[in-house]
């Protein structure tokens, strides 16, 4: 049997909830499906460093501002362009943005706020309201790979985050490929995809927060799954 290998990108820390959740959430695949997972904690200077190349998945985790920015990105564009299935959730749906804004529409100065505070063209910046805590629904477009995954087009999610989306780059993050999917009840962007892409997806919600961490979130199932034939084609 073939072992898949996932990266778990980012500055692993006992006060991040999200990193206590994921390893439970992964023994829960392999006990309840079967799913011969081996998941690697990359701290985001080992991905600046070492990159990700050579594994079945790559998660950027929670846990921003992270400690190597440039790890986190290098995680994402190798996912990205090597077509590893990826997932990012929160920090990795900030980077994620900032990734594609930089290396596919060419926004050489784009920045984030929070790594950043004065940078002249932040793609992620503060949000309005925080939502460190906070519970709400997500409204998916009908045939989206994120309408697929869930199952609806209708979600309530987890956050714990403060910064998303500038919502003056979006269109041009649009008129680039990348697609999303997902907005909370006013319209801004929670969910990110590449359509032709084996499986990247980036979330601003926490899935890993989802119930009590017994059973996976439907992306997190998703993602196992794409890793798991990704490793059989290797």
């Known amino acids: 049997m073939t072992t898949t290998r996932i990266a778990l990108v980012g500055d692993r820390s006992p006060d991040v909830r999200s990193h206590t959740r994921v390893p439970l959430l992964l023994e829960a695949l392999r006990d309840r499906e079967g799913l011969d997972l081996?998941?690697?904690?990359?701290?985001?200077?080992?991905?600046?460093?070492?990159?990700?190349?050579?594994?079945?998945?790559?998660?950027?985790?929670?846990g921003s501002?992270?400690?190597s920015e440039a790890g986190a990105l290098a995680a994402v564009r190798t996912a990205r362009e090597e077509n590893i299935p990826f997932l990012g959730t929160c920090g990795g749906f900030q980077h994620a943005l900032l990734e594609y804004a930089r290396n596919v529409c060419a926004l050489h100065e784009a920045g984030h706020a929070e790594n950043?505070?004065?940078?002249?063209?932040?793609?992620?910046?503060?949000?309005?309201?925080?939502?460190?805590?906070?519970?709400?629904?997500?409204?998916?477009?009908?045939?989206?790979?994120?309408?697929q995954l869930l199952g609806a087009e209708r979600s309530l999610e987890r956050y714990h985050c403060n910064y998303g989306a500038s919502a003056r780059h979006?269109?041009?993050?649009?008129?680039?490929?990348?697609?999303?999917?997902?907005?909370?009840?006013?319209?801004?962007?929670?969910?990110?995809?590449l359509p032709r892409h084996p499986f990247f997806l980036a979330t601003l919600f926490q899935p890993e927060l989802s119930g009590d961490g017994t059973r996976p979130h439907p992306l997190i199932r998703s993602l196992a799954v794409a890793a798991v034939h990704h490793a059989q084609s290797r």
């Not at 991905?47 to 594994?55: K, L, N, P, Y």
């Not at 269109?171 to 969910?191: C, K, M, Y």
């Open 116 to 147: 950043t505070p004065g940078t002249e063209d932040p793609v992620i910046v503060p949000l309005a309201c925080s939502l460190v805590g906070h519970e709400g629904e997500i409204l998916v477009t009908p045939g989206s790979r994120a309408a």
């Open 38 to 62: 081996d998941a690697y904690w990359i701290p985001t200077e080992e991905a600046e460093t070492h990159g990700v190349g050579g594994f079945d998945a790559v998660w950027v985790l929670p």
């Open 65 to 67: 501002p992270y400690r």
């Open 170 to 193: 979006v269109d041009v993050l649009r008129a680039h490929g990348l697609v999303f999917s997902g907005t909370d009840g006013d319209g801004e962007v929670r969910i990110a995809e």
